[in-house]
């Protein structure tokens, strides 16, 4: 049984669905040795979310984006506006699609579907960088 | 601290709510020697979720399933429309009620409340066959 | 690796977001001897979620509860009525929101970003008293 743990700090994406799988896997030198295990991916943020989404067409990051602000208007009579008409839809989306995600691991690789792919999900219209913690554990 | 991982493949299930908890638990002939420990139920796709809900009024998931239907409607200019009208909704519900669940395991048995269930929530009308990776890990 | 489990039984809450991350600290002694894991937080309900959010403004969690009742209104056709209006939108919420957290571990402390919180989202009118099962892992 070995743990891991690294911190993952991901440049500033523009507001929108970013694919990121290939960024979390090379950050993770140890995954090949995992027999069986979890991956944990953490963002340590709440106006941006991790989420699993299908990993082929581009147009399905833009159709989220349209999706996720029409279940989430900026338009609503929200009283935390401090920070911009774009902040708390953000902090209401990042509670709707979640702060992390578990992914089992199988002989070294991710156990991910062939159509899945890990997302970063930036809800702010200048979200800045964002820190992930990746948590490994497994037995080798 | 033992790990055990399973795939259980289940059948095409119409589209909707439906309970899987007893299929989960055939599927895990060692759960009754974990004392403590952790099942993650994770879904290996990208158009049906894996979700908790009550489990005893078949009510319940009729009406997630028509809410979610409001909350994500098939009418809205969505790009990404090549697989059909349900496809990018599914895409959608996906990833608002999540790909994966970790259940506690207390002396055997999944520490589930009275009224929670796993359920599969299949998203598109032709779903077909759904993989799921069941990863259990604890102390005997 | 060691594993410790932990009950922890919350007062009532009034319908709304509440600040817990205190009393899930406090109901964890061992979590200063963890080197390396994870915490998962369970709640054992359907109609309450936990979640994270912005832990410094009191006027987040009270949008967060005005936004999930636009998203998930009690005005609805729903057939599963017999518990009262507020039940099936609860079961709907506590779906999106989720019925778990898994939070990464290090060096004795939770790694919760600055603006991090644990949220209890209680969406019934009077849900009385919630159970949480708390389960944590890691390395020392």
């Given at each position: ?17 970013h ?9 993770l ?9 979890l ?12 989420s ?89």
């Open positions: 049984m070995t743990w891991h743990q690294h911190r993952l700090v991901l440049p500033p994406f523009r507001r929108g669905f694919l990121i799988t290939e960024q979390v896997v090379s950050a030198p140890e995954l090949k040795q995992v027999r069986v295990g991956l944990h991916v953490f963002i340590q943020h709440t106006s941006a979310s991790i699993i989404n299908e990993n082929a067409d581009p147009d399905v990051p833009r159709d989220m984006e349209t999706s996720m602000n029409s279940i989430v208007p900026e338009e609503f009579p929200y009283v935390h506006t401090c920070e911009g008409p774009d902040d708390m839809p953000a902090h209401v989306k990042s509670a709707l699609l979640g702060s992390s995600l578990l992914i089992p691991i199988s002989e070294g690789r991710l156990c991910l579907g062939t159509w899945q792919g890990i997302y970063l999900c930036e809800h702010r219209n200048r979200g800045g960088s964002r820190s992930l913690v990746l948590t490994l554990q497994g037995e080798g």
